[in-house]
């Protein structure tokens, strides 16, 4: 049974730093590039950054360019977003996903439905 499970939300303050962290089980982790999206009240769940199966090659949106960092440990199987600077429309519920098979091109990992698991979600909200 995979299971992902995101931890380190919370409440901040505009231009504060927060890391999200992402525990995978239940599956071969260093198979599966992993994505975090985000999905604020009444929006579509957006993507925010991946990163490849070793780690190597990662994407951002434009949004969190430079403020954000997506890295993966594959000996504790678990990923993580340092988040700087935070801004209120940072403010959403951040979720992780596992994606197993496809390529790499911008267009496919950054699409919610090119992943195959995902977890709950942490409530991430920015103050201004």
């Known amino acids: 049974q995979v299971q992902l499970v995101e931890s380190g939300g919370g409440l901040v303050q505009a231009g504060a730093s927060l890391r999200v962290s992402c525990a995978a089980s239940?599956?071969?982790?260093?198979?599966?590039?992993m994505g975090w999206f985000r999905q604020a009240p009444g929006k579509e769940r957006e993507f925010v950054s991946a990163?490849?199966?070793?780690?190597?090659?990662?994407y951002y949106t434009e949004s969190v360019k430079g403020r954000f960092t997506i890295s993966r440990d594959n000996a504790k199987n678990t990923v993580y977003l340092q988040m700087n600077s935070l801004k209120p429309e940072d403010t959403a519920v951040y979720y992780c996903?596992?994606?197993?098979?496809?390529?790499?091109?911008?267009?496919?990992?950054?699409?919610?439905?090119?992943?195959?698991?995902w977890g709950q979600g942490t409530q991430v909200t920015v103050s201004s």
């Open positions: 990163v490849s199966w070793s780690g190597a090659y990662t």
């Open positions: 239940g599956l071969t982790f260093s198979s599966y590039a």
């Open positions: 996903g596992a994606k197993r098979s496809g390529g790499w091109r911008f267009d496919q990992i950054s699409l919610p439905d090119e992943y195959n698991y």
